[in-house]
């Protein structure tokens, strides 16, 4: 089914591309822009969820036992298989001609007007409904609402314009999930820098070509510590080849994920850009393997923020940094590469 949308109620024009070719003067002239176009507008699609994208998940994040008994190495997950927490951002992916992309390979659904063409993931929360999980099989309709755009400076000083969206999961058993998500919106990066790769980048070059990888590292007292529990670390690596086939997954053309001459030379990044969707897939996984409370079906909420990139080749951990107690049901989780921090995650469960 084609997407449902409510007709245009400013500038006169139907085709959202068109508008996007005039030049907005600054931040807020675009999030007006933005505003103006997309107020009152709700974009619905429906799709059934199938198994076998839910198989290529999890042989791609190198998780291939979904449940018990169930191996996606094997054969797609039966219809009623639950899709584990974050794993709905593989369905309704966009659906485009090449022809109607940006020049970064980008969807244009809700994307600031030039100048502000560098998009990246800023950060967002999820609220999972107790009793409407999303299962294999299931009919979904995804209901997708602008909910604001605004004018922002970055620490640099950069004008950049926040963009939020909010979608709603909805299956004939009632709304499964909301999802609200935030990008964040820069101009052109200028002249690309031409330096050679750092010392530590050229370090790297020997392991770009190695495997993703993915493992657990106790990082506790060697010897017990009465009332003290410590949680395991998650080391992680993405090679280039797990990123393309998560943006494949994801049908993600953008380029700053798998075009190293793009990324390198037009958006200025050291190396092809991992995905901030799969790191916050991996840490939900993180949470579901050490945090998951006995007799719960998953969380109930996450909020996150991305706080700086993380390039293919790069070593970084998932880490607990405030578990749950006998009061609070809340987990602080953050994503590091040498102590800086990359994303942060708090997580609720129902629980």
């Known amino acids: 089914m084609p997407p449902r949308i409510s007709a ?34 709700t974009i619905v ?41 974050g794993y709905h951002l593989v369905y309704f992916t ?8 940006g020049p970064d390979g980008t969807d244009q659904s809700f994307n600031a007007p030039p100048p502000f063409s560098r998009r990246m993931w800023a950060g967002g929360q999820m609220t999972w409904e107790k009793d409407v999980q999303l299962r294999v099989g299931d009919v979904v309709e995804e209901h997708t609402t602008l909910r604001g755009a605004a004018a922002k400076q970055s620490r640099s000083g950069t004008e950049m314009v926040l963009v939020d969206v909010r979608k709603e999961f909805r299956t004939e058993r009632g709304l499964g999930l909301v999802d609200q998500r935030s990008w964040i919106f820069r101009p052109p990066a200028g002249k690309a820098p031409t330096a050679a790769p750092s010392q530590d980048r050229q370090g790297e070059a020997s392991k770009i ?54 990324t390198r030379t037009v958006e200025g990044h050291p190396q092809v850009v991992v995905h901030g969707p799969l790191n916050l897939i991996n840490m939900l996984d993180y949470w579901r393997d050490h945090h998951l409370p006995k007799g719960s079906d998953g969380p109930r909420s996450i909020s996150y923020r991305a706080l700086s990139p993380l390039y293919a080749a790069d ?37």
């Open 8 to 41: 245009p109620r400013c500038l006169g024009l139907v085709d959202s591309r068109l508008w996007r070719r005039c030049l907005a003067t600054d931040a807020s002239g675009a999030a007006g822009q933005l505003m103006r176009h997309f107020r009152d507008r």
């Open 45 to 85: 699609r429906r799709q059934k969820l199938d198994g076998n994208q839910l198989q290529r998940l999890c042989l791609t994040l190198g998780r291939p036992t979904i449940e018990s008994g169930l191996d996606a190495r094997g054969e797609a997950p039966p219809d009623g298989t639950p899709i584990p927490p």
């Open 94 to 101: 966009s659906a485009d001609l090449e022809s109607s992309l």
């Open 209 to 262: 070509y190695q495997p993703s990888i993915s493992r657990d590292v106790n990082t506790g007292p060697a010897g017990p510590s009465e009332g003290v529990r410590c949680f395991p670390e998650r080391h992680l690596r993405w090679s280039p080849v797990g990123l393309f086939r998560f943006s494949a997954l994801t049908f993600n053309a953008h380029m700053i994920h798998y075009n190293e001459t793009w």
């Open 315 to 351: 070593d970084y951990v998932i880490k607990t940094t405030s578990a749950p107690s006998d009061k609070s049901h809340v987990t602080e989780l953050t994503i590091e590469k040498s102590g800086v921090v990359s994303m942060t995650g708090t997580v609720t469960s129902s629980a």
